[in-house]
């Protein structure tokens, strides 16, 4: 299976992508609901949380993970990827959303090479919009200066609109007073593109863009990794192979099921039915 992990269940904006881009693969969606939102903990406890997902869905039978959450992929999937997997799990592979995220942020093809010229490539200014330990990685501004170094780059803490999501506050005047707080001071600086570095934020989409000049273009992730994971696949036979295509889906959290498969249902629109697992730690 693929398996995809966030910390609360903003990464179905991602899922609803990929199962578009990638009909038939067999998927399991886990979302850490319980531990949600990561993005003030600690890096120690980031990480810590982030391999105790990954290893679960491994031994669901996932062979590639998808970290659907920036804060885990800003803070964990180096270390998980370079000597965790090599150690414990060499078979096995997982992906983060920062380095797609950025080559599309970019104006770059997928699969940039650093130092490559590409038409497509834009100049100026772009922001970022994440959350405060994302943002306290420089995740996006260590792959934009590989990739893009003549880009200058904008990065906004946004720490209380993950707790809009969650709560289900996508709308109304409090919640444009939120957006506005941090929206603001980015748009007052002239970006060409803001990309939503967190996958709760497409949620908050369109009060967002009715609030960003038109000028400006809003990116959110859901179709950046989709058609980027795609690229990647091609790229990877053999990993590409493992994967099973029985058109199945599952879903778990870590919080209560019911409650988690009542807002999934919003966000897909589509029933779904969800499973309370306990990760180990």
């Known amino acids: 299976m693929i398996g995809v992990f966030d910390s609360g269940f903003g990464g179905l904006t991602i899922l609803d992508s990929l199962q578009r881009a990638l009909p038939g693969y067999d998927t399991l969606f886990l979302a850490d609901s319980a531990r949600a939102p990561y993005g003030a903990r600690s890096h120690d406890v980031i990480h810590g949380y982030t391999l105790e997902a990954v290893e679960w869905l491994f031994d669901q ?27 414990h799990r060499p078979d096995r592979r997982v ?127 859901g179709e950046i990794i989709a058609e980027r994971l795609a690229f990647w696949l091609r790229k990877h036979a053999d990993q590409e192979k493992k994967l099973s295509r029985g058109g199945q889906v599952r879903f778990a959290t870590t919080d209560d099921s019911e409650w988690f498969a009542r807002r999934g249902a919003r966000l897909l629109g589509r029933p779904i039915t969800a499973e309370r697992v306990r990760l180990k730690g």
């Open 95 to 221: 992906l983060g959303v920062v380095r797609p995220s950025v080559e599309a942020l970019a104006g770059l093809p997928p699969g940039a090479i650093p130092g490559e010229t590409h038409p497509s490539a834009i100049t100026g200014s772009v922001a970022v919009l994440a959350t405060e330990s994302t943002v306290a990685s420089d995740s996006y501004g260590i792959e934009l200066r590989k990739l893009a170094p003549q880009l200058h780059l904008i990065q906004q803490p946004c720490p209380l609109w993950v707790p809009l999501v969650e709560a289900g506050e996508l709308e109304g005047p409090g919640t444009e007073w939120f957006l506005r707080r941090y929206l603001d001071p980015v748009v007052a600086q002239g970006p060409q593109r803001i990309l939503l570095g967190c996958t709760h934020y497409p949620l908050l989409y369109p009060a967002i863009r009715r609030l960003v000049p038109p000028h400006i273009e809003v990116l959110s992730q």
């Open 61 to 87: 039978g996932c062979t590639l993970v998808v970290l659907a959450c920036n804060t885990a992929s800003a803070r964990a999937l180096r270390n998980i990827q370079q000597l965790h997997l090599p150690a």
